[in-house]
């Protein structure tokens, strides 16, 4: 008799164990695994303008990431450099994790969005080497005033020029043969920067454990997941941890075809159109995406697509949604949790029998999840604590990128530190119940308050800026500056939309303050930080 398809949670924590190999590499394992045993099948399915799709096979992916990596090689690119990658969902995107991989050296997502400001932050802190990019890409680059003393190579894939090599002709020229580093689960690979909730964002090193370490966390989610007609779709830039871990590698590496949809403002009539056209029975779907179909919710069939699979996660979804989901699509939304350092770690799947609405869940088969008083105790149930994981984990990052400090600060007794509170209940559920630092959550997005209040400074009107997250009912949060202005500007409509549009120039769209409020002072401490909680309490 064939063994079920779906075990109840029990039964999954009693069976799991890690068996992560001695030698591993991304690259290889993702891509090389499956060309070699079936070159011909699925990976990527490209969504096209005016509708249709491409297909494009796992050997298609090997033969270009090895040739990609070639290419590299030649310019310099060895292991431990850092390659950046700017562009939006894209076959182009894989070639270059893969390449890198393949290589030892450290891929850096950096998502469409940002602006010449962060960019060049990212850049300048991580020391990357080359940057793989299009027209809009380079054209933010050309903003960049700040010196990138290590930046040596622009490759274009929309073809050579403003100093950038061409990608395809690098790609076609590349000769010789490559073999993949034989790099250890615990080697770096990637680098993906936090939202800065002090100070400026800082780079999670990860291994290449970090996809292997995604798998448990997908399945629960996605039990079954790598069935015959399976196909992945999130409307989540691949630059976020939330794209990228939670949907496209570990997919990959699963023999899963991933859609790669047009980057373009979500739309409830194209998202139904894709779902419905490439037949997707597996979605990542933040919970903003959700809110945003609910809202515009279609009487009778409309949202009963090919799915048979949703994951959630970026922030809590709330009973109401997720009522309306499991109505909507005939089943509940899997909710899942993790944080770039530490990625889905806790979650709910119905089909396990975790499943409870307003909670994220349980402990995700393969890591051990607490929640803890200020002492490092185990919380009694009802009672709120910081949520935990066990270290070591393959999905916990290896380090923050030149700084050891920080590092050792995520750290105590053992156990990697979130600085997000929640309650365990009776059953084992737990309850999200908020930050114990200042990171704010709008549109799925986990966004720092250091990055916006150093862009804001920078504007000729402001004095002092203070950033919280303001409740939102479509984004969860919305950004919310207090400013004080410098002596001869005045609070005014006018300034208002002059400062949002100097942030959202500068960093990114989901950034910018869609509030400002105007202060005399700001609430600070005898050591001269601002007063965060103040401003919260008295919003």
Known sequence: MAAPLFKDYAT??????????????????????WAKREPDRTAILRRLPGGGSERISYGTLREASDRFALALKSLGVGKGDRVAILLPQSPAVVIAHLATAKLGAISLPLAVLFGPDALAYRLRDSGAKVVLLDEGGLAKLGQIETDLPDLETLISVDGAGGGALDFESLVAGAQGELTP???????????????????????????HRVVPGHIPGLRFAHPGLGQADDVMWTPADWAWAGGLLNVLLPSLALGVPVVAGLHAKFSVDEVLALLRDLKVRNAFLPPTALRMLQAAHRPGE?????????MSAGETLGPGTYEWAREAFGFPVNELYGQTECNLV?????????????????SVPG??????DEEGLTCAPGEI???????????????YWRNEKATAAKFRKGWLLTGDKARRDEDGYLDFIGRSDDIITSAGYRIGPGEIEDCLMRHPAVAMAAVIGAADTLRTEIVKAFLVLKPGFSPSAELTRDVQLFVRERLSAHEYPRVIAYAEALPMTSSGKIIRRALREGD
């Not at 604590?385 to 380090?399: R, S, T």
Request: proline residues 7%.
């Open 385 to 399: 604590g910081e949520i935990v994981v066990k270290a070591p984990d393959p999905v916990m990052f290896l380090h």
């Open 367 to 372: 890591h051990e999840v607490e929640v803890q």
């Open 181 to 207: 580093v034989a790099s250890t689960p615990g080697d770096p690979a990637m680098m993906i920067y936090t939202s800065g909730t002090t100070g400026q964002p800082k780079g999670a090193v990860h291994g």
């Open 302 to 310: 409309a949202y009963r697509t090919h799915l048979r699979s949703i």
């Open 346 to 362: 806790l979650g709910s799947s119905f089909q396990a029998g975790i499943s409870r609405p307003g909670a994220i869940g349980k």
């Open 12 to 33: 999954l924590r009693r069976e799991f164990h890690w068996d992560l190999p001695a030698r591993y590499n991304i690259g290889a394992d993702v891509c090389d695994v």
